[in-house]
């Protein structure tokens, strides 16, 4: 890949970089939070990177036996 050559197209290059990160990161951190919320489950690396490569299958969760854990009704 040949490095942008002007300032504008090094700003713009940089630009796209930050908004993908970004992407990335919201996708993170969405399907971490709906696992820790529905499942008592942390994403580990390979889950993460399973979501960056657009390869991750969210788990199912026993909503019973997520409440009876926490002491609610199932």
């Known amino acids: 890949m040949t490095p942008p ?10 630009q796209g970089r930050l908004a993908e990160r970004e992407i990335i990161c919201a996708a993170i951190k969405a399907e971490d939070d709906h696992c820790v919320d529905q499942g008592d489950y942390m994403l580990d690396s390979d889950d993460c990177i399973k979501i960056v490569r657009g390869e991750w299958v969210r788990p199912e969760f026993r909503v019973g036996a997520a409440q009876a854990k926490q002491g609610g009704a199932a």
């Open 5 to 14: 050559a002007t300032s504008r197209e090094r700003w713009m290059y940089e």
